[in-house]
């Protein structure tokens, strides 16, 4: 039953991320980028959808009670964010895939590297997007630091 746990959890973390979409399709639609807001909202249903039914597939699991499910939910959750998070860099065709998800992962992981040549020329809702997958991967970070110093009781 801990993989029923994990998932479900894992299925409320990218239902939520979708919601974080919302905001770069604003802004590329405010700066008249059309077809990048389209992509941003594009992505934002494929990922509430992937959420949703994660979510109702393991309806009554149990919660995660050990170090164990909450190490593989923390892990499996920054490459699902990624890849969810790359949906938008690429059907914008500012990327391909593999590109697009190591920009994605990069942002995440907090670490700057970048496979964009000149930031300068990207668009300002991938710009936005760039910088708040970069926030949310902060962010991920100390909330995965606390639930591990908390499983070891600090």
Same mark, same amino acid.
């Given at each position: 039953?801990? @993989?029923?746990?994990?998932?479900?959890?894992? &299925?409320?973390?990218?239902?939520?991320?979708?919601?974080?979409? @919302? +905001?770069?399709?604003? @802004?590329? /639609?405010?700066?008249? #980028?059309?077809?990048?807001g389209t992509s941003f909202l594009g992505s934002a249903g494929l990922t509430f959808f992937a959420g949703i039914a994660l979510i109702f597939a393991t309806r009554g699991a149990d919660p995660i009670n050990t170090k164990g499910g909450g /190490?593989?939910? $923390?892990? *499996?959750? !920054?490459?699902?964010?990624?890849? !969810?998070?790359?949906?938008? @860099?690429?059907?914008? #065709?500012?990327?391909?895939?593999?590109?697009?998800?190591? #920009?994605?992962?990069?942002? +995440?992981?907090?670490? &700057?590297?970048?496979?964009?040549?000149?930031? #300068?020329? +990207?668009?300002? %809702?991938?710009? !936005?997007?760039?910088?708040?997958?970069?926030?949310? &991967? &902060? *962010? %991920?970070?100390?909330? +995965?630091?606390?639930?591990? *110093?908390? !499983? $070891? %009781?600090?």
């Amino acid at each position: 039953m801990l @993989i029923a746990s994990v998932v479900s959890v894992l &299925g409320w973390i990218i239902a939520l991320f979708a919601g974080t979409m @919302i +905001l770069p399709a604003l @802004i590329a /639609f405010g700066f008249e #980028e059309t077809a990048l807001g389209t992509s941003f909202l594009g992505s934002a249903g494929l990922t509430f959808f992937a959420g949703i039914a994660l979510i109702f597939a393991t309806r009554g699991a149990d919660p995660i009670n050990t170090k164990g499910g909450g /190490f593989l939910t $923390g892990a *499996l959750a !920054f490459l699902a964010l990624a890849f !969810f998070g790359a949906l938008p @860099i690429y059907l914008s #065709e500012a990327a391909g895939p593999a590109d697009a998800y190591f #920009e994605a992962l990069s942002g +995440l992981t907090t670490s &700057g590297a970048t496979i964009f040549a000149s930031l #300068e020329t +990207l668009p300002h %809702g991938l710009l !936005f997007w760039r910088a708040l997958l970069q926030w949310t &991967g &902060g *962010l %991920g970070t100390i909330v +995965l630091a606390v639930s591990i *110093l908390s !499983f $070891g %009781g600090v």
